[in-house]
């Protein structure tokens, strides 16, 4: 967002000329300097520590839980959840979003169901889920498969539904069957929504993992944060706000490099 | 097969014989005596219960309270500062990295770092939901700002506006559309945080709340009132400020 408002000379006027990207170092300079003035801020007694742990602190929080194993142990959980969770979840969504934009019937039988559902946060569902499955591991492993569900049956709907009629006129008058069909026609055009797709949920279903390890859980990220808060510990509260920061910014960063690898071939 | 599924009674017989089935197995399931598995109609009784005592009147009231309350909060400060950075490079520059580097974060994350600081209870919320409100309307508005089209700013020089009508004439409109699209984002954002940080604190009344009273107390029936309800004022919500967006945009010849 930023480099994109860089392209234009609107501080400036029409006559200051262009812009380009920021270079990384001017992006890099306000944050070094608010983690100074934090450090500065409680060094010199401004916030006691029981309300803010100054960099330096929050820092040894990290090592300490790196080198006791703790917060690996917390990473690597709450990653195997969203990564079974979502693979199953896209999976799913994937195939019910192809299955009602190729059948009319299957759309007229199903999405108005799907379509309230929808309507619901998925974090309502939260407590009924608890209620069937407990809290353990099932009960994560489905609100991120039903978070990632909903975004990426909408998304492959849309992607399968954008194909141009004409395209698959094509694939009459070369008699194309149904596996030939998807995997030359259907798949290629329809990858560049479905990774949207796939970049939006993966997001989406990281926040409510988080949540859901808040709520109930006897590791992970969320659950790290919330025995910190029971326990005081704001280093610990403060170095799992920044993992699961880092968290989201990696997966959203790699789910859109991913996407602009795949759609490369679309701008030649 | 395709006529007979244009004709809306078919479509209407159609979509209703999914929920059917799902009912159905619901109600077999219930009568199979599991534990927490409140039968349908158990449903309808329990929404005239809650009607009649005026508990899912209070607990939707609050819940709309505090949704709007972060939104008015939120919203604001966001399309302001949106605008700001748009505009005033400098202080995109400043505030822009630390932004960017907070919206990482899950929201619900900020919960348990926020009941240290303010303690669990309905300050806690009221923060976290107006944050939740507060990025989607700066994003957008920054957005709207600083993607204008470059031709409208040349035919501003070629006016030769000064600052304030640059911004009053051409900025501020061009970025409408956008900035009110943050704040429709802003709306589902902020409701979803509600009822998320209901439901983890507890704190006070709403929707949330009742949710996990109804978790911790086994009630199926109860529960699917109050996800009803939720389901249902999101539903409303939404579309009316999606006409909203659309009346206050009449002026624009071409919206998608």
Redesign the interface.
């Known amino acids: 967002?930023?480099s994109?408002?860089?392209d234009?000379?609107?501080?400036g006027?029409?006559?200051a000329g262009f812009r380009f990207r920021?270079p990384p170092v001017?992006?890099?300079v306000?944050?070094v300097a608010?983690l100074m003035a934090w450090q500065i801020a409680c060094l010199t007694g401004l916030f006691p520590p029981q309300?803010l742990v100054p960099p330096s602190g929050v820092a040894r929080a990290l090592v300490d839980m790196t080198q006791s194993g703790e917060l690996q142990r917390h990473v690597g959980d709450s990653l195997f959840r969203l990564t079974v969770g979502f693979a199953i979840g896209a999976v799913a969504g994937m195939a019910f979003g192809a299955v009602i934009a190729l059948s009319?019937?299957a759309e007229?039988?199903?999405?108005?169901?799907f379509m309230?559902?929808w309507?619901?946060?998925v974090?309502?569902?939260?407590?009924?889920m608890?209620?069937?499955l407990g809290i353990d591991e099932p009960f994560k492993l489905a609100v991120v498969a039903i978070a990632a569900f909903f975004p990426m049956a909408l998304a492959t709907f849309d992607g399968i539904r954008g194909v141009p009629r004409n395209w698959f006129e094509v694939a009459k008058v070369y008699r194309l069957r149904l596996p030939q069909l998807i995997r030359r026609i259907l798949l290629p055009a329809t990858v560049p929504a479905v990774l949207t797709g796939l970049r939006v949920s993966l997001t989406r279903a990281?926040?409510v993992l988080?949540?859901a390890e808040?709520?109930a859980a006897d590791s992970g990220?969320?659950q790290m944060?919330?025995m910190?808060?029971q326990l005081?510990q704001?280093d610990v509260?403060?170095a799992?706000?920044?993992v699961?920061?880092?968290i989201?910014?990696l997966l959203?960063r790699g789910a859109r490099w991913v996407e602009s690898r795949a759609t490369r071939w679309r701008a030649a | 097969?395709?006529s007979l599924?244009a004709r809306f009674p078919?479509?209407l017989l159609?979509?209703?014989?999914?929920?059917a089935l799902?009912i159905g197995w619901w109600q077999w399931q219930a009568s199979a005596h599991i534990v927490?598995f409140a039968p349908p109609a158990a449903v309808g009784s329990a929404l005239v219960e809650m009607l009649r005592s005026g508990d899912l009147l209070r607990d939707t009231l609050s819940t709309l309270a505090r949704a709007f309350t972060g939104l008015a909060i939120g919203a604001p400060l966001g399309v302001a500062l949106g605008i700001a950075?748009?505009?005033?490079?400098p202080v995109?520059?400043?505030?822009?990295?630390?932004l960017?580097?907070?919206r990482?974060?899950?929201?619900?994350?900020?919960?348990?770092?926020m009941?240290?600081?303010f303690g669990v209870g309905e300050g806690t919320e009221l923060i976290v939901v107006s944050m939740s409100a507060f990025f989607p309307s700066m994003?957008n508005s920054?957005?709207g700002?600083?993607?204008?089209e470059?031709r409208y700013?040349?035919v501003?020089?070629i006016l030769r506006f000064g600052?304030v009508q640059?911004i009053r004439f051409i900025?501020l409109p061009a970025a409408m559309p956008l900035v009110l699209t943050g704040i429709t984002q802003a709306l589902a954002f902020a409701?979803?945080a509600t009822?998320?940080t209901e439901?983890?604190t507890g704190a006070g009344s709403g929707l949330?709340v009742a949710?996990?009273q109804?978790?911790m107390q086994?009630r199926?029936d109860v529960?699917?009132v109050?996800?009803g309800a939720?389901?249902?004022l999101?539903?409303v919500i939404n579309h009316l400020f999606r006409r909203l967006r659309r009346s206050a945009l009449r002026w624009q010849p071409s919206l998608p």
């Open positions: 967002m930023a994109r408002a860089a234009f000379p609107v501080a006027g029409a006559g920021l001017g992006a890099v306000p944050l608010l309300v009319r019937l007229a039988a199903l999405s108005p169901l309230t559902l309507q619901v946060p974090i309502a569902f939260v407590p009924m608890v209620m069937f990281w926040v988080v949540a808040l709520l990220i969320g944060m919330e910190g808060r005081f704001i509260v403060l799992g706000v920044m699961s920061g880092l989201g910014f959203d | 097969m395709n599924l078919v479509r159609i979509g209703l014989a999914a929920p799902l927490s950075m748009g505009i005033w490079k995109d520059r400043v505030l822009g990295p630390l960017h580097a907070l990482q974060v899950p929201m619900i994350g900020w919960l348990p770092l009941g240290l600081w994003l920054h957005a700002v600083a993607e204008v470059r700013l040349e501003g020089s600052t640059r900025l409701w979803i009822i998320g439901l983890l949330g949710m996990g109804a978790q086994q199926l529960m699917l109050v996800i939720t389901a249902a999101g539903f």
